[in-house]
């Protein structure tokens, strides 16, 4: 019975649906996080005319926090998997929702999407190689300057990248926007999904004028970071504690 009320919120009483499953966002207002704490600085960095892209929607739990500020800008998600694009467009209308990767460069990719049970883990899918027990989908990738420029985008306030591994392939994509644009970027990078040198990614985007911080769960402030911290941030048994573990770093513009 439960379940057949929600499928009918989800249909035809979206807002109330999503009241319910981003729940979990009620923990911001604690010291004991239950989803991730960035949120709260997106509180702090968005107004009502920003523009936010969101590179890994997945379920969209910052476009939920991202429009709640946003009135009269853009807020923006890519995500190449077909059924959570399905899932999260009804809950976002006003939303800019794009069925792509995003990467390096134009083409044809494959996602790989990992099996649990009878089903797939759609939430865990990834660009990157995954092993043989995976359904692999073939998807279109985009790179986020070339998107932008056919888009006409010249302002660009907060990208936020999610991808699984295949962020610093995300973050090429974006030379010019680095260049000439200069938003602000938070993006998730984890020691155990990289399939790179960590020190290159924040070499590659301190490059073009950033400073990288992240976000203290108990000043709630952005505090400058060294890559040498990141496996002290990142502790096996931290995972699954939003309170302790770090996976998501901010890179402002110097000014």
Not at 223 to 244: C, G, H, R, T, W
């Amino acid at each position: 019975m439960l379940k057949f009320l929600i499928k009918l919120a989800y249909r035809f009483w979206p807002s109330l649906y999503k009241k319910r499953y981003y729940k979990t966002l009620d923990s911001l207002s604690t010291d004991n996080y239950k989803c991730e704490p960035e949120l709260l600085y997106l509180n702090q960095i968005l107004k009502s005319d920003s523009v936010f892209i969101d590179i890994g929607t997945n379920k969209g739990i910052y476009l939920y926090q991202a429009e709640k500020v946003i009135k009269t800008g853009k807020v923006i998600g890519f995500e190449p998997n077909k059924s959570l694009v399905n899932y999260i467009k009804p809950l976002f209308p006003k939303a800019e929702i794009y069925p792509l990767a995003v990467s390096s460069h134009s083409g044809t990719a494959v996602l790989n999407i990992p099996k649990k049970g009878d089903g797939l883990q759609d939430t865990r899918a990834s660009l990157e190689a995954m092993g043989e027990d995976v359904e692999k989908v073939e998807i279109q990738m985009v790179a986020l300057d070339e998107f932008a420029k056919e888009q006409r985008w010249s302002k660009i306030d907060v990208i936020k990248i999610d991808v699984e591994g295949h962020e610093f392939d995300s973050v090429k994509g974006c030379t010019e926007i680095l260049k000439n644009i200069k938003p602000i970027f938070i993006i998730e990078i984890e020691l155990r999904h990289a399939h790179y040198t960590i020190k290159d990614i924040f070499d590659f985007i301190i490059g073009f004028g950033y400073e990288v911080f992240y976000f203290d769960r108990k000043t709630l402030q952005t505090v400058p970071f060294d890559v040498a911290q990141i496996a002290d941030f990142q502790k096996d048994e931290y995972l699954n504690d939003f309170n302790s573990y770090i996976n998501n770093f901010i890179f402002i513009p110097k000014l």
